[in-house]
């Protein structure tokens, strides 16, 4: 009898890649960070602090009058 995988129910966030001016946060001790220059060295990279990937933080574009 052959068993079925389960399927997750969710699928897993994709990963973009690095980008310059991408900004990111920590979300333990709040240090934010800037991208001035992406290395390309691989497709994805997490940035890490305080042991865990930094979450990419929501720019608010100020629109011009």
């Not at 305080?50 to 011009?64: D, F, I």
Request: hydrophobic letters at 30%.
């Amino acid at each position: 009898m052959a068993d079925k995988k389960e399927t997750p129910s969710h699928k897993a966030p994709t990963k973009k890649k690095v980008a310059k001016g991408d900004s990111y946060v920590c979300e333990v001790c709040g240090l934010a960070v800037t991208v001035d220059e992406a290395c390309g060295c691989v497709e994805v990279c997490d940035i890490i602090c305080c042991g865990k990937p930094m979450k990419e933080k929501r720019v608010k574009v100020k629109s011009a009058k």
